[in-house]
């Protein structure tokens, strides 16, 4: 059972165009995470939210945790080239010593 | 600063043969630390991770194990390794719990 279900797991769009990715549980979690990884390298950390309701922003990207603590979105503005990657959200419950990841979302934005 | 190293970047390995994956971190002291392994383009499958030297804790029965003999040395292993073994195995440390994690370049495993 997948505890991070993430939407949609592909997205090919244009450049300048916007874009939403979801993360979503039926679980609580203490904290959420956000990762970029590109091919044949580790996974990247974005942004850590941790109160329910937060909203953080990261020049174009802005993250959203969950009232619940149980989903997270992340909205991209104005798409470019180097935001293709695979994102993934991940999240700890409990004693936070197990980051638990999402299904990941595959990006590729074009010229 | 802290940094991961993690070898090798790539190895292909014959079916029952075993495998050693090693993972060390500098500039930290007692770090959690974690393997992972992840399918082409999808999230990662937690493995084992530990708290302190000698301290493993396993998620999913398989053909694997891991041993941390020093503070800051993880060592993944296998004794005989099977087709579906392959896979993009990270590495990872993080300060303590909860808090992010900072991954090594992965070591793309396959067993042939």
């Known amino acids: 059972t997948q505890l991070l279900e993430q939407s949609p797991q592909f997205l090919s769009i244009q450049e300048g165009e916007n874009l939403t990715v979801y993360c979503n549980s039926s679980?609580?979690?203490?904290?959420l995470q956000w990762y970029r990884q590109e091919p044949g390298e580790g996974p990247v950390l974005l942004v850590t939210?941790?109160?329910?309701?937060e909203v953080k922003k990261l020049k174009r990207l802005t993250f959203q945790f969950g009232d619940a603590r149980k989903d997270s979105s992340l909205h991209i503005t104005a798409a470019q080239p180097g935001d293709t990657g695979l994102y993934l959200c991940?999240?700890?419950?409990?004693?936070?010593?197990?980051?638990?990841f999402g299904t990941g979302t595959q990006l590729k934005v074009e010229l | 600063s802290q940094t991961i190293h993690q070898w090798p970047a790539t190895l292909v390995q014959p079916v029952g043969s075993p495998l050693s994956l090693e993972c060390t971190v500098e500039?930290?002291?007692?770090?959690?630390l974690y393997w992972y392994r992840q399918a082409a383009g999808r999230g990662l499958q937690l493995l084992f991770y530990?708290?302190?030297?000698?301290?493993i804790s396993s998620e999913v029965p398989q053909n694997l194990s891991a041993s941390r003999p020093q503070d800051r040395q993880f060592i993944l292993s296998s004794k005989k390794l099977l087709l579906s073994d392959s896979g993009f195995y990270l590495c990872?440390?993080?300060?303590?719990?909860?808090?992010?994690?900072?991954f090594g370049n992965g070591t793309r495993l396959t067993v042939t």
């Open positions: 990872a440390w993080s300060r303590d719990n909860n808090s992010p994690l900072h």
């Open positions: 679980s609580v979690f203490s904290s």
């Open positions: 939210v941790v109160t329910g309701g």
């Open positions: 991940a999240g700890f419950r409990g004693g936070g010593n197990k980051l638990t």
């Open positions: 500039g930290t002291s007692n770090p959690n």
């Open positions: 530990s708290v302190g030297i000698g301290q």
